[in-house]
């Protein structure tokens, strides 16, 4: 199966500065991919180059089987972007605008007003379309950009941070829709809600620096979140160098008297392992239990790891 989107080995540069470093990713149609980062971790630029509006220093980017450098035009039409920005031209009314962009998409002439009324349906667009755009909320101006995005149905919909400055309520509705979406295309989502990414996306990347520190599923994320660490209490100090030669331990340290935090590469069994080495050792085990981690730790621990090791 062809790729929707294949970045191979990219670069940016501003003078010296490498804004994304050696970024490489693939993107397969039902596939709702969530790209996080920092401020300045590069994510925007990325988004630029993807949708051809930035070339990159080096490396290349195929949509679609088609290069976007060599046919930029071609690869375009196959896909949909909404930037951070909504570009949008608010004297005019939705359905005026709707339509502008599809001539912009060049769809045939017949196909415009069908066109038109399929992305208001899956934008909840229709009670509006005869409104003038500067007179409608930041939801409905999300809604718009999103449906300008995807009018010409395209293969592949890339949006930048598209429920910024909403209300709870519109950030349900902007999820619902994206989830929507990924049934049928394939959908980069770039955000800074971390609860976005395990709502709304199937797969997650984190860039820090210019450079991708993490790429996993939702579900291997999940996993990392349910075993990652193991909390366990004693009434004796314990020898940290023997329970560190338990396999798949990562760090042991000490969060009060005689309270410990252990982390492990998502060893199988290995809380049950824990306790009998206390229990053996005559350390006497108090309590011991696994701590679920949030989307939050792991990106903070990933970024941090990555600083660290800079």
């Not at 069908?114 to 409608?136: M, P, Q, T």
């Amino acid at each position: 199966m062809t790729a929707l989107i294949e970045a191979k080995n990219l670069y940016r540069y501003y003078d010296d500065h490498c804004a994304v470093h050696d970024v490489s990713f693939n993107l397969n149609k039902g596939e709702i991919l969530g790209f996080l980062g920092p401020n300045g971790a590069g994510k925007t630029t990325t988004m630029q180059m993807l949708c051809g509006n930035l070339a990159p220093s080096a490396g290349q980017i195929i949509i679609n089987g088609i290069d976007l450098l060599d046919k930029p035009k071609l690869a375009k039409s196959i896909l949909g972007y909404l930037p951070d920005t909504p570009p949008l031209y608010k004297e005019l009314s939705v359905d005026e605008y709707l339509d502008y962009c599809a001539r912009l998409h060049r769809l045939p002439f017949r196909a415009i007003a069908k066109a038109v009324a399929k992305a208001k349906g899956r934008c909840g667009l229709e009670a509006v379309s005869d409104r003038l755009i500067s007179n409608l909320s930041k939801g409905f101006q999300q809604r718009i950009g999103i449906a300008q995005a995807i009018v010409h149905e395209p293969e592949l919909i890339i949006l930048d941070e598209p429920t910024v400055g909403l209300d709870p309520i519109q950030i349900k509705e902007i999820r619902a829709l994206i989830k929507e979406l990924g049934s049928d295309h394939g959908v980069i989502l770039s955000t800074h809600i971390l609860s976005e990414v395990q709502e709304s996306c199937s797969h997650v990347q984190i860039i820090n620096r210019g450079k991708l520190i993490l790429h996993e599923t939702i579900a291997g994320l999940n996993r990392q979140m349910n075993g990652a660490s193991i909390k366990f209490t004693t009434r004796e100090p314990i020898d940290t160098a023997r329970l560190s030669s338990l396999e798949g331990v990562t760090n042991i340290t000490m969060i009060a008297k005689n309270q410990y935090l252990l982390q492990h590469a998502n060893e199988p069994q290995l809380l049950e392992k824990v306790a009998l080495q206390i229990i053996e050792a005559g350390w006497g085990l108090g309590e011991i239990a696994p701590v679920r981690q949030s989307i939050e730790d792991i990106f903070i621990s990933m970024t941090q790891k990555d600083e660290d090791a800079r």
